[in-house]
């Protein structure tokens, strides 16, 4: 059965460097999304992606993040200036039309 | 604000009895709904989604809608302890941009008694 795959699992980083987060979606879908989930609270929307294109942002996705689908299979979200605050487990997601999402293992994102 | 409700538990049911998991959403534009399984430490597992008013069922699960009272339901018959986890509601509602985003509650987490 196909599933989305993420890399890195875990990923350690010093306050103030950069990160990229990678995914790899369904490979007949073409809706993409990040959400990211702080330990113990809810699962939060970040962005949405469709034909090479953000389609949708929250208000978590400043202008820190960044998106991008660099060739035909991977979806990778960057941090340009982490934070202690972006410690969390960051969930992508796919879907073959605007509805049902299916979600990737997570990166667990830990800023020092 | 798009708000989705749940109680966090723990709900605690005997291995063989029927789990009833709750929600409630606020956006009276909702258009889909999903329940997802999410271990600890593991990512949210698609289980079920309804759209219409009424009941769905897929093997020993049940989820019902009830849009008038913006209120979703889970039923999980024949509990098992593998069934433990934590149960997350979402809400899809089309954004007007091209583009559905789910609007997750915390969760309730059950328990199963062996």
Same mark, same amino acid.
């Given at each position: 059965?196909?599933?989305?795959?993420?890399?890195?699992?875990?990923? #350690?980083?010093?306050?103030?460097q950069?990160?990229?987060?990678?995914? @790899?979606?369904?490979?007949?879908?073409?809706?993409?999304?990040?959400?990211?989930q702080?330990? *113990?609270?809810? @699962?939060?929307?970040? #962005?949405?992606? =469709?034909?090479n294109e953000?389609s949708?942002?929250?208000?978590?996705? $400043?202008d820190?993040? &960044?998106?991008?689908?660099? $060739? *035909?299979?991977?979806?990778?979200?960057?941090?340009?200036s982490?934070?202690?605050?972006?410690?969390a487990?960051?969930f992508?997601?796919s879907s /073959?039309?605007?509805?049902t999402?299916?979600?990737?293992?997570?990166?667990?994102?830990? #800023?020092? | 604000?798009?708000?989705?409700?749940?109680?966090s538990?723990?709900?605690s @049911?005997?291995?063989?009895?029927?789990a &009833?998991?709750?929600?409630? =959403?606020?956006?009276?534009? &909702?258009?889909?709904?999903?329940?997802?399984?999410?271990? &600890?430490g593991k990512?949210?597992?698609?289980?079920?989604f309804?759209?219409?008013?009424?009941?769905?069922?897929? *093997?020993?699960?049940?989820?019902?809608?009830?849009?008038?009272?913006? =209120? /979703?339901s889970?039923l999980?018959? +024949?509990?098992?302890?593998? +069934?433990? %986890?934590?149960y997350?509601? %979402? #809400?899809?509602?089309?954004?007007? %941009? *091209?583009?559905?985003?789910?609007?997750?509650?915390?969760?309730?987490?059950?328990? @199963?008694?062996?």
């Amino acid at each position: 059965e196909p599933e989305v795959t993420q890399t890195p699992s875990h990923q #350690v980083t010093q306050m103030g460097q950069e990160v990229i987060l990678r995914c @790899v979606p369904i490979s007949n879908h073409l809706y993409f999304y990040w959400y990211r989930q702080i330990l *113990g609270q809810k @699962v939060e929307f970040l #962005v949405s992606f =469709y034909n090479n294109e953000i389609s949708e942002k929250s208000e978590i996705f $400043d202008d820190q993040f &960044s998106v991008e689908r660099p $060739d *035909g299979s991977n979806f990778t979200l960057k941090i340009r200036s982490t934070k202690l605050e972006d410690s969390a487990m960051y969930f992508c997601a796919s879907s /073959v039309n605007k509805e049902t999402q299916y979600f990737g293992p997570g990166t667990r994102l830990l #800023v020092l | 604000q798009k708000e989705v409700e749940q109680n966090s538990g723990p709900l605690s @049911v005997p291995e063989g009895a029927i789990a &009833s998991l709750n929600c409630t =959403y606020s956006d009276r534009g &909702s258009q889909s709904f999903f329940w997802y399984r999410q271990y &600890s430490g593991k990512s949210p597992e698609l289980i079920m989604f309804i759209y219409s008013n009424g009941d769905k069922e897929d *093997g020993r699960f049940t989820a019902q809608l009830n849009k008038a009272s913006q =209120y /979703v339901s889970l039923l999980i018959r +024949d509990s098992q302890p593998s +069934d433990s %986890a934590t149960y997350l509601c %979402a #809400v899809n509602l089309f954004s007007g %941009a *091209g583009s559905y985003q789910l609007t997750f509650g915390k969760g309730t987490k059950l328990s @199963v008694i062996p």
